[in-house]
């Protein structure tokens, strides 16, 4: 095992990452810095969250800056503003004993005025978003001709976000660059496409295997229905007593929804999604990170880039489409060498989904029994117990209490003293699951889940043994049945992928996902599936708004033109 010394870092650092608690540099980071150090190098990271990137490229970036020059030098450019102050945060951290040299975050949500006078103070290193550094540059409030080094973390979660446009131009507006360095958990084709324009034979680095689940993490799933997935949900918190979780929704009405949900029925939980302001935001983050809240229910965008010590259960209330969406939802637990759970509420009919997952992903998925309401009171029981046991007595003036107490339990056994405890403690908790059904989805047939067959014959089937009766779903029709197809002119040109275009789609609409079926996603237009006495809602969310400054078009695609849906005039027009 190497040392930091041995990679070449300068003194000021190592004293640094000495203090931090660093003693061995960790894969990526060993493999990294030496190539970086020269400065001149492209280079591609493929390395999951969690596995040190920050101090693979921090660490060389403060090495080879010129702390005399004022001048940004540096720009690395990631998907949030909590990555952005993350990385900040770190790099600070690692320039304690360097003086001369300053690190700004610029991202969306804060002013920008303050943003640009920090901007002129003479920075040399600038970590940005890119819709706020795309704002900057247009200000003309940020000089990039100078800049040496471009970093590119979290390249494939920047795509996923709809940033490609936005990287192009920024790696096309620094002409000075003179290496750029690309961290990924992820290779894409679309990352695979920037590299080969932009970068120029790049030195490539593994950590792990690329798509692969982080080896820290156990991924577990339960097999429901539709109509019994928050309960499941609820069993699987009440089952881990001590969690400290993220739970994943698609759509922030689901978030909210259950978020609210959850909490009138006792649980410590809020919400993340895009509709918050960035006050209410930073409130529920500084909740969450300070554990004064347990759990977080967030969609896929505004939980990206989150970095948050210690969670012990990445709960997924849905399946992503994307196998990258899943492996970065799961990427939030088991970081820094610790353990983490990802469990999954799978719907029978996503068995063929889960599949592809657990395939790509290239680790072995355990399938477990959703626990019996016996099964949560045990749990409960015995952690509330054992917090018993363990309760801090050393510092009360208990004694004082002890003969009083004493008198007034004579008469009442050790046995019945802890009954009585118990029961205050889980009287509510005990009746709620004195019926409790069994949730979990059995009988399924092995060839259900590995074959992928007929799509339409498989939901049929899924449904019947499901019995789902929210998810009385309905044929696929392509016209017929339920059904109604729009076409919209948005593909994956703007930067969508299915999962992101899903996600913007129902955030536009305040629609469900169930109202959707198929989503066929081309380069510039995407066809959408969606029940017919919800099309219109769509079309009226979307025709005629404009997404990145272009007008969306939105309309039946089967009747060939906007006709078939009300033409009446739209709000405000
Ligand atoms: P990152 O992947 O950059 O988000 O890092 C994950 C966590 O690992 C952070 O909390 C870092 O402070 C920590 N870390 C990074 N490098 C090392 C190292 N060489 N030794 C111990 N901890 C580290």
Sequence with gaps: MTTFEALGIDARLIQATDELGYVNPTPIQEQAIPVLLSGTRDFIGLAQTGTGKTAAFGLPLLHVIDAAAKHPQALVVCPTRELCLQIVKEIELFKKYMTGVSVVAVYGGASIGLQIRDLKRGVQIVVATPGRLIDLIERKAINLGEIKYVVLDEADEMLNMGFQDDIEFILKNTPQRESTWLFSATMPPEIRKVSKKYMNDPKEVTVGKVNTANKN?????????????????????DFNPGIYGIIFTRTKIDAQEISERLTREGYDIDALHGDLTQQQRDRVMGQFRDKSLQLLIATDVAARGIDVQGITHVINYEL????????????????????????????????????????INNSQFHKLDIPSGKDVCRKQFFAFMDKLLSADISHGDYETYVPMLAEKFAEVSKEDVLKRVAAMEFDRF????????????????????????DTKRRDDRSDRQAGGRGDSRKEYSRGGGGYSRLFVNLGTKDGFFKASFLQFILDMSDLKKD???????????????????????????????????????????????????????????
Excluded at 226 to 234: F, G, I, P, V
């Design 320 to 359: 992503p489409d994307d196998v990258e969406v899943y492996t970065h939802r799961s990427g939030r637990t088991g970081r820094a060498g610790l353990q983490g759970i990802c469990i999954s509420i799978v719907h029978a009919k996503e068995m063929y989904k889960f599949k592809q997952i657990e395939r």
């Design 515 to 573: 109202a959707l079926g198929r989503i066929d996603m081309k380069d510039m237009n995407s066809w959408i599936e969606i029940e017919k006495g919800a099309a219109q809602q769509m079309i009226r969310s979307l025709d005629g708004k404009s997404y990145k400054g272009r007008r969306i078009r939105m309309n039946d695609a089967d009747s060939g033109g906007p006709a078939g849906f009300s033409k009446k005039p739209r709000r405000g027009e």
């Design 430 to 453: 005990l009746k709620y699951y004195e019926n409790s059904e069994d949730l979990n989805v059995r009988e399924r047939s092995k060839k259900d889940f590995n074959e992928r067959g």
């Design 217 to 237: 993490i156990d991924h577990q799933y339960y097999v429901t229905t539709a109509q019994h997935r928050y309960e499941t949900l609820k069993r699987i918190i």
